[in-house]
């Protein structure tokens, strides 16, 4: 480990870890909150229509996802609220349309492309300057929303008409949380690609639930698990060879599991104490 450190792309790959973790922890714990996580999938996959358009158009990817995905966001909430169509339709509208043109405009540009997959599956240990100041960005931003307004947010969160009745602005703030969740999913595209990086929204914050039901807990723990799941996965990559994202997703998985094996093992001797 240390001596890896002395390597740019590791140091690198540490810090777009501990600055995915912050984003993913935070906003994914909403997501969950919010029972979202199918919307997430959604804008996930959209935002493939921008890698293609930007790939196209000779520009950074990252910029034409960060693009289409907010345009998406805003799209599902447009067609559930305001064209009488059911969420799930809305989502697999968007859902589909994102690859279709990804893939049309990624099949229209001359040559091979090259880092296709590391965007559809992630690469972490390729990841550059500019993708940390992004990503720096997008956590601090999302980092102070959640100090400022927590409160707020989470009884947005949790029941929206008591939210409405107490004259807080909830259409704003949906609006406001879904932007900032598609930015942070293109934000973690580079860790584990739109294949995975619903995993990095999830995972970890149904981890942390295993042990705490309480949401800002669940945040705080969610940013822990979530990077030393990055950090352990990113470790057993370069050792092994293999792919730094799917390799990442397995490690939260397996911490998902030994959360709940642990869990197992506690519930029998907590009835214990319990009948003294």
């Known amino acids: 480990m240390i001596e890896l450190l002395q390597y740019d792309f590791f140091r690198n790959a540490l810090l777009a870890a501990l600055l995915t973790s912050i984003s993913c922890g935070i906003i994914g714990s909403y997501i969950v909150a919010r029972r979202m996580v199918f919307i997430g999938g959604g804008i996930t996959h ?10 196209f158009a000779g ?10 995905a907010v345009l998406s966001a805003l799209g599902i909430n447009y067609f559930t609220s305001k064209g009488n169509i059911r969420q799930d339709s809305s989502i697999a509208i968007w ?12 099949s229209l540009s001359p040559g091979y492309a090259p880092n296709l997959m590391s965007f559809l599956f992630g690469s972490i240990l390729t990841v550059s300057g500019t993708d940390l100041l992004f990503m720096s960005a997008i956590s601090f931003i999302t980092g102070l929303l959640f100090l400022v307004f927590f409160r707020s947010i989470m009884i947005v969160s949790f029941d929206s008409d008591f939210a409405q009745a107490r004259n807080l602005p909830v259409k704003l703030f949906d609006y406001l949380l879904i932007v900032l969740s598609a930015l942070v999913i293109v934000a973690s595209i580079r860790v584990s690609g739109v294949i995975l990086v619903l995993s990095l929204l999830t995972i970890p914050q149904a981890t942390a639930n295993i042990f705490t039901k309480k949401f800002s807990s669940i945040i705080i723990v969610s940013v822990i698990i979530g990077f030393v799941g990055m950090v352990t996965g990113l470790m057993a990559a370069y ?10 997703i397995v490690v939260l998985t397996l911490f998902f599991a030994a959360g709940k094996l642990v869990s197992r093992c506690l519930k029998p001797s907590a009835m214990k104490l319990n009948q003294y």
């Open 46 to 55: 959209a935002s493939f229509g921008g890698i293609g358009i930007a790939y």
């Open 95 to 106: 859902w589909s349309l994102g690859m279709a043109i990804g893939i049309i405009f990624i």
């Open 59 to 68: 520009i950074n990817p990252l910029l034409g996802a960060a693009v289409f």
């Open 239 to 248: 050792y092994t060879n293999l792919p730094s994202g799917a390799t990442i």
